[in-house]
């Protein structure tokens, strides 16, 4: 199975929380990753520490998890097939 490559990190800039709580996404990100006025985001605490948010669109997060969910099942069919 080939190995998917992660795309480097980048700055998109800065943004700064108002009073309600809200953020601006910068335009070239919103471009860039085609977030759209509608889009539905997830925000996630980062795994590398409670200080640092993640942000996904929720159809990303949802192949992800499917795809997650289909290589678990090709896994699981291979160790029933080990076991016999």
Known sequence: MAKESMPDPHFWGSATVGERGQIVIPAASRQELDIKPGDKLLIFSSMHGKHSLTVMK?????????????????????ARQEEK
């Not at 929720?58 to 291979?78: C, F, G, N, P, Y």
């Open 58 to 78: 929720a159809e990303q997060v949802t192949e992800l998890v499917s795809r997650a969910m289909a290589r678990l099942s090709k896994m699981e069919e291979i």
